[in-house]
């Protein structure tokens, strides 16, 4: 929670930051060849080939003893928003040559997706900086709730009829978003139904908290969906930045 304020803090300072620069950029303050509008445009690219480190700590045993793989993270988030924040004022918050143009558009490319990843990545691990879940785990933790309902045998084969709904089905995006649609509409019928039945409020509290697991199984494989199309969507814009990037600066120091 701690980690979550900080970063949000972190962020909203960022938001202002950028907003008062694009304000003054017609003072022609910094300029992107030379001072410290050249530096900050150093320091934005050795930030984005920072991000690199956490790839390569999550895939090389070499180094996979430096230290826990969440702090990794942490800091693969803060230079992904200091770098395109100095490359922003390295440019002056202005279009430039072509290949500057390219550059800068990848690089704020890259940092929506990253942004969109931020939002995705926490819904399918337990806490941001936890591990990551499981179907089968959220399933085992639905199943084990429905284990300990007392209810009437009908209705214990409706929640049965109600958990394969939410497991089963076929696996692409749309397939899953109309599951969890149909889920959730289900949810809410079978707990009205619960609530006409049932008058002793621990059952009912039960039910909906099995229903209630049973619904973020359905949610879950839509985020995990959600992420595998992220991430196939991501690292190529990755490359295209790198490429771009280093087209530039030769582009820069060359002409």
């Known amino acids: 929670m701690h980690r979550g304020r900080s970063f949000r803090l972190f962020l909203a ?42 790839s390569a700590r999550k895939r090389l045993r070499a180094i996979g003893s430096l230290g826990p793989l969440r702090h990794w993270f942490g800091v693969h988030m803060v230079l992904g928003i200091l770098g395109p924040v100095a490359i922003l004022f390295h440019a002056n918050f202005r279009l430039g040559s072509q290949n500057s143009s390219v550059a800068l558009a990848c690089m704020l490319l890259v940092a929506a997706s990253g942004v969109v990843g931020r939002l995705i990545y926490p819904k399918i691990h337990h806490g941001l900086y936890g591990h990551r879940s499981s179907l089968r785990e959220l399933q085992r933790a639905a199943a084990s709730q429905r284990t300990t309902l007392a209810v009437a045998p009908e209705l214990s084969r409706e929640l049965l009829v109600f958990e394969s709904l939410a497991a089963g089905g076929p696996k692409g995006l749309f397939s899953a978003l109309a599951r969890f649609a149909r889920v959730r509409r289900r949810a809410r019928s079978l707990e009205r139904m619960v609530s006409s039945r049932e008058r002793a409020e621990p059952a009912r509290r039960s039910v909906a908290a099995y229903l209630g697991a049973v619904t973020r199984v359905a949610e879950f494989s839509v985020y995990e969906r959600l ?27 060359l002409y």
């Open 13 to 54: 300072a960022c938001v202002v930051l950028v907003a008062w620069g694009a304000g003054v950029r017609d003072e022609n303050t910094l300029t992107p060849d030379f001072g410290p509008g050249y530096i900050l445009g150093f320091v934005g690219t050795c930030c984005m080939l920072l991000l690199l480190t956490y």
């Open 227 to 253: 992420f595998g199309l992220w991430h196939a969507f991501h690292l190529p814009l990755c490359f295209l930045l790198f490429g771009a990037t280093i087209v530039h600066v030769i582009a820069a120091h």
